[in-house]
C-alpha cells in the first residue's frame, strides 16, 4: 500500500461529515478534496525537504504534541482557527504556487476558487496531523517520511489534479540529504554565522568535524600569537570574529558576511518606530539600458548595482543586502506607501540586468511568539516578492523566505535594535 493510499484510509467518515459542516460544501466534495490535497501536501513537502524548519512548524507529531493536533482535536476548535492554520501551512507549503494548487483543487471539487481555497486550508492541517499520528504509528524519522514520500513519488504526481505535477515540479525533485542531524548548513547570514537550515550535500566538503577542528587550530594559534604580543581579550575576540567571518561557506565552513561592500549605516528611529538610516547625498544612477534612477550613494540600490557588476565578487551564498526603505505595518505583512520608490528601483535594476536573479530573506525581532515571527517574515518577504513580480519581473528570478527572529542584525534589547531587525534582505543568487 503506497503512502496515499495509507493516509486516506486513516480519514474517517466522522472526519469527513465533520469537515463538511465546517467548510460549507458536500461530503463528497470533501473526499474529493482531501484526494487532491493528500498528494498535494506530501509534494510540498518533498519540495522542501528538511530545510527552514518546515517539517518542525507543520507537522507537530516531531515536537511531541501530535494529541493535540490530531484531526479530531482540531476538527472540535472553530472553523476559524483551523483556516487560519491552514493558510499559514499553505504558504510555508507552496508559497507562490498556493494559487495554482487552489485553482487545480477547485477544478476537482467544481467549487468556486474561494469556496476551495478555504477547504483546502482546512485540509491541509487534518492532513500533517495524519501524517504525524502515522510516524508516531510506524516510528519514522524525519529521513524516514521523506524516503517514504520519495518512494511515492510516481504515485503522487499521478494523484494530483491535472497541471500541478509540471507546477510543483515533482518530477525534478531529488532526495533531500536528511541522514546527517545538526549537520553544518549550506546556506549562512551575516556575521550572526547562524545556518539558515539547509542540509548540505554529502559531497560538498565535509562536516561538522571537517571545519571545526582547522578552526579551533586557527583561533587557538591566533590567541597565543596575539598573546604573546601583549594584547587584551577583547582584541583577541575580535580577530578572531574577523576570521570567523571571513571563512567563505562552501564546503561546509562557517561564514556570515555583511554586506562587505560597506560599512555600517547610522540611523534613528522615527515617530511610527522605523529605523531610518542616513543613507548619505543623493544622485542619479544611469542603468545599462539607459533608464535613470534617483538613489543614495549609501543606498541599497548603489550597493546592489556595485556588486552586480564587479568582476571579483562573484555570486556567494554570505553577502546580503538590507533594504533601507523598504517598511511594513506593524505585526502585518502590509507594506507602507513609502515602501514603494525602493521596490522600483530594485524593479528597475533587476530589468536592466535581466541575467540577475535575487532571493529576498525576511526577518522579524525577537519579540512576541517565534511560530508566528516565522510566518509573518515569510508573509513579509513573499509580499516583497509579489511587488517586483506587479512590477514587472519574472517570478523565476525571484526567491523568498522567512527566517524569523533569526540572524539578527543588531541587539533586541532596544528599540533601535528591533527596528533593524525588522528587516528584509535580498541576496544575489545569480549573475
Known amino acids: 500500500m503506497n503512502l496515499i493510499e495509507m493516509l486516506k484510509n486513516e480519514v474517517s467518515g466522522g472526519v469527513i461529515s465533520s469537515l463538511s459542516q465546517k467548510a460549507g460544501v458536500t461530503e463528497d466534495q470533501v473526499k474529493t478534496g482531501f484526494s487532491a490535497g493528500i498528494p498535494a501536501v506530501l509534494a510540498g513537502i518533498l519540495k522542501n525537504g528538511a530545510g527552514g524548519g518546515l517539517l518542525d512548524s507543520i507537522l507537530p507529531g516531531l515536537t511531541g504534541s501530535a494529541a493535540t493536533n490530531s484531526p479530531d482535536d482540531l476538527l472540535n476548535g472553530s472553523s476559524d482557527s483551523l483556516l487560519e492554520k491552514g493558510k499559514s501551512m499553505l504558504g510555508s507549503l507552496f508559497g507562490n504556487d498556493s494559487g495554482s494548487v487552489t485553482s487545480a483543487v477547485s477544478t476537482a471539487t467544481g467549487l468556486p476558487e474561494g469556496k476551495s481555497a478555504g477547504l483546502l486550508a482546512m485540509i491541509v492541517p487534518l492532513v500533517t496531523g495524519l501524517i504525524s499520528k502515522l510516524m ?19 504515485e503522487i504526481a499521478a494523484a494530483l489534479p491535472p497541471g500541478l505535477s509540471s507546477t510543483l515540479g515533482i518530477a525534478n525533485i531529488k532526495l533531500p540529504n536528511v541522514g546527517i542531524p545538526d549537520a553544518p548548513q549550506v546556506e549562512m547570514h551575516r556575521a550572526s554565522a547562524i545556518p539558515s537550515g539547509r542540509v548540505p550535500d554529502k559531497n560538498t566538503g565535509g562536516g561538522f568535524i571537517k571545519w571545526l577542528l582547522p578552526l579551533i587550530v586557527v583561533i587557538v594559534a591566533l590567541w597565543w600569537m596575539l598573546g ?8 583577541v575576540t575580535s580577530t578572531v570574529d574577523s576570521v570567523t567571518t571571513s571563512i567563505d561557506t562552501m ?25 531610518v538610516k542616513n543613507l548619505g547625498e ?98 513579509r518577504a513573499n509580499t516583497a516578492k509579489n511587488e517586483l513580480v506587479k512590477l514587472g519581473i519574472d517570478q523565476k528570478r525571484l526567491e523568498a523566505e522567512g527566517y524569523g527572529a533569526e540572524h539578527p542584525i543588531a541587539s533586541n534589547d532596544t528599540p533601535e535594535g528591533r527596528a533593524q531587525n525588522r528587516r528584509i534582505d535580498i541576496r544575489v543568487t545569480g549573475k
Not at 604573546?228 to 582584541?235: A, D, F, L, R, V
Open 136 to 154: 508516531a504509528s510506524k516510528g519514522w524519522s524525519v529521513s524516514d517520511l521523506l524516503g517514504k514520500i520519495f518512494e511515492s513519488k510516481s
Open 228 to 235: 604573546k604580543k601583549g594584547c587584551n581579550e577583547t582584541s
Open 251 to 275: 564546503g561546509g565552513k562557517v561564514g556570515g558576511v555583511v554586506d562587505a561592500t560597506v560599512t555600517t549605516v547610522e540611523g534613528k528611529l522615527n515617530e511610527a518606530g522605523d529605523y
Open 282 to 379: 543623493k544622485m542619479t544612477r544611469k542603468l545599462p539600458d539607459g533608464k535613470e534612477i534617483s538613489i543614495a550613494e549609501n543606498s541599497v540600490e548603489n550597493r546592489l548595482i556595485v556588486f552586480i557588476e564587479a568582476k571579483d565578487k562573484p555570486v556567494d551564498k554570505t553577502t546580503w543586502f538590507t533594504f533601507d526603505r523598504l517598511y511594513f505595518e506593524p505585526g502585518k505583512s502590509t507594506l507602507k506607501p513609502e515602501s514603494q520608490e525602493q521596490l522600483n528601483n530594485i524593479a528597475a535594476i533587476l530589468v536592466a540586468y535581466p541575467v540577475v536573479t535575487l532571493k529576498l530573506g525576511g526577518y522579524t525581532d525577537s519579540t512576541g511568539d517565534a511560530a508566528v515571527n516565522k510566518r509573518i517574515s515569510n508573509e
